[in-house]
Protein backbone atom coordinates (compact mmCIF):
# COMPACT_ATOMS: atom_id res chain seq x y z
CA UNK A 1 0.00 0.00 0.00
CA UNK A 2 1.32 3.61 -0.38
CA UNK A 3 -0.48 6.78 1.31
CA UNK A 4 -0.41 9.45 -1.12
CA UNK A 5 -1.29 13.07 0.26
CA UNK A 6 -2.33 16.02 -2.23
CA UNK A 7 -2.10 19.57 -0.49
CA UNK A 8 -4.26 22.69 -1.30
CA UNK A 9 -2.58 23.17 -4.38
CA UNK A 10 -2.49 20.18 -6.05
CA UNK A 11 -6.51 19.99 -5.66
CA UNK A 12 -6.87 23.78 -5.96
CA UNK A 13 -9.76 23.72 -9.03
CA UNK A 14 -11.01 21.03 -11.37
CA UNK A 15 -8.34 20.65 -13.55
CA UNK A 16 -5.97 20.05 -10.77
CA UNK A 17 -8.49 17.65 -9.35
CA UNK A 18 -8.52 16.02 -12.44
CA UNK A 19 -4.88 15.60 -12.71
CA UNK A 20 -4.39 14.36 -8.69
CA UNK A 21 -7.49 11.49 -9.75
CA UNK A 22 -4.85 10.83 -12.75
CA UNK A 23 -1.60 10.48 -10.75
CA UNK A 24 -4.05 8.07 -8.18
CA UNK A 25 -4.99 5.86 -10.90
CA UNK A 26 -1.26 5.68 -12.22
CA UNK A 27 -0.72 3.91 -8.82
CA UNK A 28 -4.17 1.46 -8.27
CA UNK A 29 -1.46 -1.52 -8.25
CA UNK A 30 0.31 0.01 -4.78
CA UNK A 31 -3.20 -0.11 -3.14
CA UNK A 32 -3.20 3.89 -2.98
CA UNK A 33 -4.78 5.36 0.52
CA UNK A 34 -5.44 8.89 -0.17
CA UNK A 35 -5.07 12.02 2.42
CA UNK A 36 -6.25 15.48 1.29
CA UNK A 37 -5.86 18.98 2.39
CA UNK A 38 -8.98 21.37 1.66
CA UNK A 39 -8.48 23.55 -1.80
CA UNK A 40 -6.14 25.81 -2.21
CA UNK A 41 -6.69 28.90 -0.01
CA UNK A 42 -10.10 27.50 1.49
CA UNK A 43 -8.38 26.93 5.00
CA UNK A 44 -7.88 30.88 5.52
CA UNK A 45 -10.89 32.12 3.87
CA UNK A 46 -12.72 29.31 6.95
CA UNK A 47 -10.88 31.40 9.80
CA UNK A 48 -10.73 35.11 8.06
CA UNK A 49 -14.74 34.55 7.58
CA UNK A 50 -15.26 33.28 11.09
CA UNK A 51 -12.79 36.14 12.71
CA UNK A 52 -14.55 38.90 11.10
CA UNK A 53 -18.13 36.87 12.39
CA UNK A 54 -16.62 37.43 15.75
CA UNK A 55 -15.92 40.99 15.58
CA UNK A 56 -19.80 41.66 14.20
CA UNK A 57 -19.00 42.24 10.36
CA UNK A 58 -21.85 40.82 7.82
CA UNK A 59 -20.11 37.74 6.30
CA UNK A 60 -22.99 36.52 3.86
CA UNK A 61 -20.60 37.53 0.99
CA UNK A 62 -17.93 35.49 2.11
CA UNK A 63 -20.51 32.46 2.70
CA UNK A 64 -21.76 32.88 -0.90
CA UNK A 65 -18.31 32.88 -2.25
CA UNK A 66 -17.25 29.65 -0.17
CA UNK A 67 -20.35 28.06 -1.30
CA UNK A 68 -20.00 28.89 -4.76
CA UNK A 69 -16.24 28.08 -4.76
CA UNK A 70 -17.63 24.13 -4.40
CA UNK A 71 -20.49 24.18 -6.73
CA UNK A 72 -18.80 25.48 -9.20
CA UNK A 73 -16.01 22.65 -9.34
CA UNK A 74 -18.69 19.92 -8.40
CA UNK A 75 -20.01 21.52 -11.84
CA UNK A 76 -17.24 21.60 -13.80
CA UNK A 77 -16.24 17.91 -12.65
CA UNK A 78 -19.96 17.19 -13.67
CA UNK A 79 -20.63 15.90 -9.96
CA UNK A 80 -23.71 16.13 -8.10
CA UNK A 81 -24.82 19.62 -7.06
CA UNK A 82 -25.46 19.22 -3.44
CA UNK A 83 -23.02 17.20 -2.60
CA UNK A 84 -21.04 19.11 0.32
CA UNK A 85 -24.14 21.14 1.28
CA UNK A 86 -24.18 19.29 4.49
CA UNK A 87 -20.80 20.81 5.40
CA UNK A 88 -21.29 23.89 3.77
CA UNK A 89 -24.33 23.95 6.28
CA UNK A 90 -22.34 23.25 9.14
CA UNK A 91 -19.90 25.65 8.08
CA UNK A 92 -22.60 28.39 8.22
CA UNK A 93 -23.93 27.22 11.37
CA UNK A 94 -20.83 27.22 13.39
CA UNK A 95 -20.39 31.07 11.61
CA UNK A 96 -23.70 31.92 12.79
CA UNK A 97 -22.80 30.80 16.32
CA UNK A 98 -19.59 32.95 16.48
CA UNK A 99 -21.70 35.95 15.04
CA UNK A 100 -24.26 35.82 17.78
CA UNK A 101 -21.44 35.44 20.32
CA UNK A 102 -19.41 37.76 18.92
CA UNK A 103 -16.27 35.89 20.17
CA UNK A 104 -14.45 32.58 18.82
CA UNK A 105 -12.06 30.30 20.96
CA UNK A 106 -9.74 27.55 19.97
CA UNK A 107 -12.04 24.63 20.34
CA UNK A 108 -14.82 26.87 17.58
CA UNK A 109 -11.70 27.81 15.36
CA UNK A 110 -10.66 23.77 14.82
CA UNK A 111 -14.48 23.11 13.69
CA UNK A 112 -14.19 26.59 11.43
CA UNK A 113 -11.26 25.06 9.93
CA UNK A 114 -12.13 21.32 9.91
CA UNK A 115 -15.19 21.58 6.66
CA UNK A 116 -12.44 22.57 3.89
CA UNK A 117 -11.07 19.08 4.10
CA UNK A 118 -14.68 17.87 4.58
CA UNK A 119 -14.74 19.13 1.58
CA UNK A 120 -12.56 18.37 -0.20
CA UNK A 121 -12.73 14.66 0.33
CA UNK A 122 -15.86 14.41 -0.92
CA UNK A 123 -15.63 16.00 -4.05
CA UNK A 124 -12.55 14.01 -5.08
CA UNK A 125 -13.56 10.47 -4.12
CA UNK A 126 -16.79 11.58 -6.22
CA UNK A 127 -15.22 12.20 -8.91
CA UNK A 128 -12.04 8.86 -8.90
CA UNK A 129 -15.63 7.02 -8.75
CA UNK A 130 -17.36 8.94 -12.21
CA UNK A 131 -14.06 7.70 -13.96
CA UNK A 132 -14.31 4.40 -12.81
CA UNK A 133 -12.45 4.21 -10.35
CA UNK A 134 -14.45 2.82 -6.53
CA UNK A 135 -13.56 5.83 -3.63
CA UNK A 136 -14.87 5.99 -0.65
CA UNK A 137 -14.82 9.54 1.69
CA UNK A 138 -13.74 9.38 4.87
CA UNK A 139 -13.67 12.13 8.25
CA UNK A 140 -10.21 11.01 9.96
CA UNK A 141 -12.45 10.87 13.11
CA UNK A 142 -14.38 8.18 11.49
CA UNK A 143 -11.40 6.21 10.74
CA UNK A 144 -9.44 6.14 14.47
CA UNK A 145 -8.51 9.54 14.41
CA UNK A 146 -9.19 10.24 18.12
CA UNK A 147 -6.31 12.87 19.77
CA UNK A 148 -5.90 14.87 22.20
CA UNK A 149 -7.93 17.83 22.61
CA UNK A 150 -5.50 20.71 22.08
CA UNK A 151 -6.94 22.86 19.89
CA UNK A 152 -4.86 23.95 17.22
CA UNK A 153 -2.26 21.43 18.00
CA UNK A 154 -3.90 18.39 18.56
CA UNK A 155 -1.95 14.80 18.62
CA UNK A 156 -3.12 11.42 18.11
CA UNK A 157 -3.69 9.43 21.53
CA UNK A 158 -1.50 6.14 21.78
CA UNK A 159 -3.57 3.92 20.29
CA UNK A 160 -4.68 5.36 17.19
CA UNK A 161 -2.38 3.56 14.49
CA UNK A 162 -3.86 0.55 15.65
CA UNK A 163 -7.27 1.55 15.55
CA UNK A 164 -6.81 3.21 11.67
CA UNK A 165 -5.25 0.13 10.93
CA UNK A 166 -7.96 -1.64 11.48
CA UNK A 167 -10.77 1.08 10.35
CA UNK A 168 -8.89 0.83 7.08
CA UNK A 169 -8.83 -2.63 6.75
CA UNK A 170 -11.96 -3.10 6.42
CA UNK A 171 -12.47 -0.51 3.55
CA UNK A 172 -12.97 -2.35 0.11
CA UNK A 173 -12.38 1.33 -2.06
CA UNK A 174 -10.00 3.67 -1.98
CA UNK A 175 -10.08 5.77 0.89
CA UNK A 176 -10.25 9.39 0.34
CA UNK A 177 -9.37 10.76 4.11
CA UNK A 178 -9.15 14.19 5.31
CA UNK A 179 -5.72 15.40 6.71
CA UNK A 180 -5.34 18.05 9.19
CA UNK A 181 -8.69 17.04 11.83
CA UNK A 182 -9.42 14.73 14.27
CA UNK A 183 -11.95 14.23 17.00
CA UNK A 184 -11.22 14.18 20.71
CA UNK A 185 -12.75 11.60 23.42
CA UNK A 186 -15.23 14.12 24.21
CA UNK A 187 -16.46 14.35 20.35
CA UNK A 188 -15.51 17.88 19.63
CA UNK A 189 -13.10 18.54 16.20
CA UNK A 190 -9.39 19.18 16.64
CA UNK A 191 -6.94 19.95 14.33
CA UNK A 192 -3.33 19.37 13.95
CA UNK A 193 -1.97 23.04 13.10
CA UNK A 194 -1.37 24.50 9.78
CA UNK A 195 -0.03 22.09 7.05
CA UNK A 196 -1.14 19.40 9.48
CA UNK A 197 -2.45 17.32 6.36
CA UNK A 198 1.04 15.63 6.08
CA UNK A 199 1.50 14.83 10.02
CA UNK A 200 -2.20 13.42 8.82
CA UNK A 201 -0.39 11.53 5.86
CA UNK A 202 2.79 9.92 8.40
CA UNK A 203 0.44 8.84 10.81
CA UNK A 204 -1.83 6.73 8.45
CA UNK A 205 1.45 5.46 6.38
CA UNK A 206 2.96 4.33 10.27
CA UNK A 207 -0.12 2.95 10.73
CA UNK A 208 -0.07 0.44 7.71
CA UNK A 209 3.46 0.35 7.68
CA UNK A 210 3.68 1.80 4.57
CA UNK A 211 6.17 4.49 1.89
CA UNK A 212 4.20 8.32 2.71
CA UNK A 213 3.87 10.15 -0.35
CA UNK A 214 3.33 14.00 0.08
CA UNK A 215 2.05 15.19 -3.07
CA UNK A 216 3.18 19.14 -3.46
CA UNK A 217 3.56 22.14 -5.67
CA UNK A 218 7.74 21.48 -6.03
CA UNK A 219 10.36 19.20 -7.00
CA UNK A 220 10.42 17.71 -3.44
CA UNK A 221 12.61 19.42 -0.56
CA UNK A 222 14.99 21.83 -2.38
CA UNK A 223 18.33 23.42 -1.31
CA UNK A 224 16.34 26.04 -0.41
CA UNK A 225 12.62 27.48 -0.49
CA UNK A 226 12.36 28.63 -4.33
CA UNK A 227 10.47 31.09 -3.90
CA UNK A 228 13.47 33.19 -2.43
CA UNK A 229 16.20 31.14 -3.81
CA UNK A 230 15.35 30.75 -7.79
CA UNK A 231 18.42 28.49 -8.37
CA UNK A 232 17.30 26.16 -5.73
CA UNK A 233 17.86 22.72 -6.62
CA UNK A 234 16.11 19.43 -5.69
CA UNK A 235 17.45 17.08 -3.05
CA UNK A 236 17.83 13.55 -3.72
CA UNK A 237 17.85 12.05 -0.33
CA UNK A 238 17.75 13.32 3.10
CA UNK A 239 17.91 11.69 6.57
CA UNK A 240 14.85 12.12 9.07
CA UNK A 241 17.18 14.62 11.45
CA UNK A 242 17.56 16.58 8.34
CA UNK A 243 14.44 16.28 7.29
CA UNK A 244 12.95 17.41 10.71
CA UNK A 245 15.38 20.37 11.40
CA UNK A 246 14.62 21.61 8.39
CA UNK A 247 10.71 21.40 8.33
CA UNK A 248 11.20 22.50 12.24
CA UNK A 249 13.46 25.63 11.24
CA UNK A 250 10.56 26.50 8.73
CA UNK A 251 10.99 24.78 5.34
CA UNK A 252 6.81 24.74 5.13
CA UNK A 253 7.28 21.97 2.21
CA UNK A 254 6.94 19.64 5.94
CA UNK A 255 5.02 19.72 8.41
CA UNK A 256 7.31 19.75 11.54
CA UNK A 257 5.78 16.60 13.30
CA UNK A 258 5.50 14.71 9.78
CA UNK A 259 8.42 12.78 10.07
CA UNK A 260 7.85 11.58 13.95
CA UNK A 261 5.58 8.28 12.67
CA UNK A 262 8.01 7.31 10.20
CA UNK A 263 10.97 7.22 12.52
CA UNK A 264 9.42 5.44 15.32
CA UNK A 265 9.43 2.46 12.56
CA UNK A 266 11.48 3.22 10.12
CA UNK A 267 9.05 4.45 7.61
CA UNK A 268 10.49 6.26 4.05
CA UNK A 269 8.86 9.36 3.14
CA UNK A 270 9.09 10.79 -0.25
CA UNK A 271 7.95 14.28 -1.56
CA UNK A 272 6.71 14.51 -4.69
CA UNK A 273 5.26 17.27 -7.12
CA UNK A 274 1.98 16.90 -8.57
CA UNK A 275 2.33 19.16 -11.09
CA UNK A 276 5.09 17.24 -12.60
CA UNK A 277 4.65 13.46 -11.32
CA UNK A 278 7.78 12.43 -13.18
CA UNK A 279 10.21 14.06 -10.98
CA UNK A 280 11.65 11.88 -8.43
CA UNK A 281 11.74 14.50 -5.87
CA UNK A 282 13.26 13.37 -2.34
CA UNK A 283 13.02 10.82 -0.27
CA UNK A 284 13.57 11.21 3.52
CA UNK A 285 14.75 8.24 4.90
CA UNK A 286 16.73 6.82 8.60
CA UNK A 287 20.68 7.43 7.30
CA UNK A 288 21.85 8.42 3.94
CA UNK A 289 25.28 8.11 2.39
CA UNK A 290 27.99 10.70 2.90
CA UNK A 291 27.79 13.00 -0.40
CA UNK A 292 30.29 15.50 -1.25
CA UNK A 293 27.92 18.59 -0.04
CA UNK A 294 28.52 19.86 3.42
CA UNK A 295 25.29 21.34 4.02
CA UNK A 296 21.75 20.08 2.72
CA UNK A 297 19.78 23.06 3.10
CA UNK A 298 18.76 26.40 3.88
CA UNK A 299 15.82 27.38 5.97
CA UNK A 300 13.80 30.33 7.30
CA UNK A 301 11.41 31.00 9.81
CA UNK A 302 9.72 34.24 10.02
CA UNK A 303 7.52 35.72 12.13
CA UNK A 304 10.06 35.01 15.56
CA UNK A 305 9.82 37.12 18.54
CA UNK A 306 13.17 36.89 20.26
CA UNK A 307 12.85 36.84 24.53
CA UNK A 308 16.29 38.29 26.19
CA UNK A 309 16.11 36.98 29.87
CA UNK A 310 18.75 37.99 31.98
CA UNK A 311 19.14 36.85 35.71
CA UNK A 312 18.64 39.22 38.91
CA UNK A 313 20.04 36.42 41.47
CA UNK A 314 23.34 35.38 39.75
CA UNK A 315 24.02 33.86 43.13
CA UNK A 316 20.59 31.22 42.33
CA UNK A 317 22.02 30.82 38.58
CA UNK A 318 22.23 26.79 39.21
CA UNK A 319 18.23 26.80 39.41
CA UNK A 320 18.21 30.30 37.10
CA UNK A 321 17.14 27.98 33.52
CA UNK A 322 15.23 25.46 35.05
CA UNK A 323 12.85 28.98 36.53
CA UNK A 324 12.62 30.03 33.31
CA UNK A 325 11.72 27.12 31.51
CA UNK A 326 9.21 26.08 34.14
CA UNK A 327 7.40 29.42 33.33
CA UNK A 328 6.89 28.50 29.61
CA UNK A 329 5.74 25.17 30.51
CA UNK A 330 3.21 26.52 32.75
CA UNK A 331 1.56 28.22 29.48
CA UNK A 332 2.63 25.36 27.24
CA UNK A 333 4.81 27.71 24.89
CA UNK A 334 7.14 25.77 22.75
CA UNK A 335 10.43 27.45 22.23
CA UNK A 336 12.51 27.29 19.10
CA UNK A 337 16.08 28.38 19.96
CA UNK A 338 17.98 28.72 22.96
CA UNK A 339 21.11 30.33 23.60
CA UNK A 340 22.74 30.59 27.03
CA UNK A 341 25.03 32.12 29.19
CA UNK A 342 25.42 31.42 32.96
CA UNK A 343 23.22 34.27 33.94
CA UNK A 344 21.36 35.20 30.81
CA UNK A 345 19.14 33.17 28.22
CA UNK A 346 18.02 34.01 25.17
CA UNK A 347 15.16 31.93 23.16
CA UNK A 348 12.82 32.32 21.01
CA UNK A 349 9.02 31.60 20.06
CA UNK A 350 6.90 31.59 17.20
CA UNK A 351 3.20 33.02 18.51
CA UNK A 352 2.62 36.00 21.21
CA UNK A 353 -0.37 34.43 23.01
CA UNK A 354 0.59 34.64 26.51
CA UNK A 355 3.85 36.71 26.41
CA UNK A 356 2.51 39.17 28.17
CA UNK A 357 1.76 36.90 31.38
CA UNK A 358 4.86 34.92 30.64
CA UNK A 359 7.17 37.92 30.65
CA UNK A 360 5.10 38.69 34.21
CA UNK A 361 6.01 35.48 35.64
CA UNK A 362 9.85 35.78 34.89
CA UNK A 363 10.31 39.39 36.32
CA UNK A 364 10.22 37.59 39.65
CA UNK A 365 13.60 36.37 38.60
CA UNK A 366 15.15 37.98 35.82
CA UNK A 367 15.08 41.12 33.31
CA UNK A 368 12.98 40.43 29.96
CA UNK A 369 13.09 42.48 26.55
CA UNK A 370 11.13 41.24 23.96
CA UNK A 371 12.04 41.81 20.30
CA UNK A 372 9.21 40.93 17.42
CA UNK A 373 9.46 40.53 13.73
CA UNK A 374 12.32 38.10 14.17
CA UNK A 375 13.27 35.59 11.80
CA UNK A 376 15.48 32.35 12.77
CA UNK A 377 17.58 31.58 9.56
CA UNK A 378 19.17 27.79 9.91
CA UNK A 379 21.99 26.08 8.04
CA UNK A 380 21.60 22.24 8.21
CA UNK A 381 23.42 19.11 7.11
CA UNK A 382 25.14 15.78 8.33
CA UNK A 383 27.81 16.53 6.18
CA UNK A 384 28.87 19.28 8.59
CA UNK A 385 29.48 17.56 11.99
CA UNK A 386 32.91 16.17 10.65
CA UNK A 387 34.13 19.43 8.27
CA UNK A 388 35.87 22.18 10.22
CA UNK A 389 35.30 25.69 10.03
CA UNK A 390 31.08 25.74 8.57
CA UNK A 391 30.48 28.04 10.59
CA UNK A 392 32.96 30.57 9.68
CA UNK A 393 32.32 30.33 6.19
CA UNK A 394 28.63 31.32 7.60
CA UNK A 395 29.42 34.32 9.07
CA UNK A 396 31.47 35.46 6.95
CA UNK A 397 29.83 35.43 3.74
CA UNK A 398 26.64 37.12 6.26
CA UNK A 399 29.52 39.69 7.37
CA UNK A 400 30.54 40.25 3.36
CA UNK A 401 27.13 41.21 2.70
CA UNK A 402 26.60 43.33 5.80
CA UNK A 403 23.39 40.95 7.52
CA UNK A 404 23.42 41.43 11.02
CA UNK A 405 23.65 38.40 12.91
CA UNK A 406 21.65 38.67 16.36
CA UNK A 407 21.89 35.25 18.33
CA UNK A 408 23.78 31.78 17.44
CA UNK A 409 22.95 28.38 18.31
CA UNK A 410 24.35 24.80 17.02
CA UNK A 411 22.47 21.78 17.91
CA UNK A 412 24.36 18.98 19.79
CA UNK A 413 24.25 17.21 17.06
CA UNK A 414 25.74 19.42 14.69
CA UNK A 415 23.55 19.19 11.90
CA UNK A 416 22.70 22.76 11.90
CA UNK A 417 23.49 25.91 12.89
CA UNK A 418 20.78 28.38 13.51
CA UNK A 419 21.12 32.62 14.12
CA UNK A 420 18.20 35.08 14.06
CA UNK A 421 17.98 38.29 11.88
CA UNK A 422 15.97 40.80 11.38
CA UNK A 423 12.90 40.25 9.17
CA UNK A 424 13.75 42.31 6.47
CA UNK A 425 17.53 40.55 6.51
CA UNK A 426 16.09 36.96 6.14
CA UNK A 427 15.88 36.61 2.38
CA UNK A 428 19.13 38.48 1.58
CA UNK A 429 20.71 35.67 4.46
CA UNK A 430 19.25 32.71 2.77
CA UNK A 431 20.37 34.22 -0.80
CA UNK A 432 23.72 35.02 0.24
CA UNK A 433 24.18 32.11 2.20
CA UNK A 434 22.81 29.57 -1.00
CA UNK A 435 25.27 31.57 -3.21
CA UNK A 436 28.07 30.50 -0.83
CA UNK A 437 27.45 26.84 -0.45
CA UNK A 438 25.84 25.58 -3.51
CA UNK A 439 26.18 28.33 -6.17
P1 LIG B 1 0.96 21.96 0.12
O1 LIG B 1 -0.20 22.83 -0.22
O2 LIG B 1 1.24 20.94 -0.92
O3 LIG B 1 0.92 21.39 1.50
P2 LIG B 1 2.87 23.95 1.02
O4 LIG B 1 2.59 25.32 0.50
O5 LIG B 1 2.50 23.65 2.42
O6 LIG B 1 2.23 22.91 0.01
O7 LIG B 1 4.43 23.62 0.85
C1 LIG B 1 5.06 23.75 -0.39
C2 LIG B 1 5.84 25.05 -0.43
O8 LIG B 1 6.89 25.00 0.54
C3 LIG B 1 6.57 25.30 -1.72
O9 LIG B 1 5.74 25.89 -2.68
C4 LIG B 1 7.72 26.20 -1.27
O10 LIG B 1 7.47 27.57 -1.55
C5 LIG B 1 7.79 26.02 0.23
N1 LIG B 1 9.14 25.66 0.69
C6 LIG B 1 9.82 26.26 1.70
N2 LIG B 1 11.03 25.72 1.86
C7 LIG B 1 11.14 24.73 0.93
C8 LIG B 1 12.18 23.81 0.59
N3 LIG B 1 13.35 23.78 1.25
N4 LIG B 1 11.93 22.94 -0.41
C9 LIG B 1 10.75 22.95 -1.06
N5 LIG B 1 9.75 23.80 -0.80
C10 LIG B 1 9.93 24.68 0.19
N1 LIG C 1 -5.78 22.88 5.09
C1 LIG C 1 -4.87 23.03 6.21
C2 LIG C 1 -4.03 24.28 6.04
O1 LIG C 1 -4.21 25.02 5.10
C3 LIG C 1 -4.02 21.80 6.42
C4 LIG C 1 -3.09 21.45 5.30
O2 LIG C 1 -3.21 21.97 4.20
O3 LIG C 1 -2.19 20.62 5.52
O4 LIG C 1 -3.22 24.57 6.88
MG1 LIG D 1 1.63 21.98 3.38
Redesign the pocket.
Known amino acids: MVVMK ?5 VGDSDRIKNVCDIIKSKLDEKPVVVL ?1 AM ?1 GITDKLIDTAKAAASGEDVSKELKELREKHNSTLKELGLEGGLVDEQLEGYNKVVDKIFEMKLTNPELMDEVQSYGERMSVRIVAAYLSKIGIKAKAFDAFDIGMITTPDYGKAEPLPDTEEKIAMELAKVKEIPVVTGFIGKDTAGNITTMGR ?1 G ?2 YTAAILGAALGDVTE ?5 N ?8 VVKK ?1 RTIDKVSFNEASE ?1 AYF ?4 LHPKTIWPAIKKNLAVKVLNSFEPSNKGTTIVGKVEKTKDIIK ?1 I ?1 CKKGITLIHIVSTRMLMAYGFLSRIFSVFEDYKKSIDMVSTSEVSVSLTVDDDADLDKIKEDLEGVADVEIFKDKSIVSVVGEGMSNVPGVSGRIFSALGKENVNVEVISQGAYEINVSFIVDKKDADKAVKVLHKEFFD
Not at 6 to 10: R, V
Not at 220 to 227: E, F, K, M, V
Not at 250 to 253: C, D, L, P, S, Y
Request: charged letters at 20%; aromatic letters at 6%; proline letters at 3%.
Open positions: FGGSSSKGSDIWTDVGILTADPRALGARVAA
